[in-house]
């Protein structure tokens, strides 16, 4: 279920004496916008590609009024794909990556964040299953952004001390007040390292593994 922008009014105007609804939206549009980012809480399944025999290049499609901030893995099939940068690209195939014909994928690029590259140009038609993390887009409509329920319930607090935090730096203003700035500042980055360790644990309780290197 998605949840409204708005939710977030009742969380901030208590503590900011005059903002408008306004300027509620537009902090937390940015909030959530950085939050989501950071931590990667928001992650999907994109809608499955269909890949075209030569073709390297595909535009990822995301949720309406979300972005991709991360693409956090690449299925070609059943074959998990590798990411690379174009300098690893050069080095992988020791010769011109842009010229390469059809064969099997091994490899990734993203020149943008939703334009995917393939390495090699697929030599067959097979989906493409894609893990994402999103974030909202700064292009929608303050009104009709929405996140998913669960970030809202699990973190409603501790995004509302980041949208705080900017309320407050704002001068000028019947409530700028830089020292409560920076506490909100202060428990707002608190919970942005929490968050990003509990999606990095796949919110569960197990430790991170650590793999010894042998050199």
Not at 141 to 160: G, H, K, N, R
């Amino acid at each position: 279920m998605a949840i409204s922008i708005t939710e977030f009014r009742r969380y901030v105007e208590p503590y900011v004496t005059g903002v408008t609804p306004f300027e509620v939206y537009h902090n937390a549009r940015e909030i959530l916008r950085d939050f989501c980012t950071r931590t990667k809480c928001w992650q999907v399944l994109l809608d499955p590609v269909i890949t075209t025999v030569g073709i390297p290049e595909y535009t990822l499609v995301p949720p309406t009024g979300t972005l991709i901030s991360q693409v956090e893995e690449i299925f070609f099939g059943d074959d998990l794909v590798g990411f690379a940068g174009m300098d690893d690209l050069a080095t992988y195939f020791v010769r011109n990556w842009r010229t390469l014909t059809s064969g099997p994928v091994v490899k990734a690029t993203f020149f943008e964040p939703d334009l995917l590259r393939l390495h090699y140009p697929p030599d067959s038609a097979y989906y493409l299953y894609i893990r994402a993390a999103l974030k909202p887009s700064a292009m929608a409509t303050l009104i009709d952004v929405t996140i998913p329920d669960f970030i809202f319930e699990q973190w409603a607090t501790e995004i509302s001390n980041g949208i705080l935090a900017r309320l407050y730096a704002v001068p000028d203003k019947p409530y700028s007040n830089m020292k409560l700035s920076a506490e909100r500042t202060l428990r707002y980055e608190q919970s942005v390292g929490t968050v990003k360790l509990r999606v990095a644990r796949s919110f569960g309780r197990q430790e991170l593994e650590t793999i010894p290197l042998y050199y």
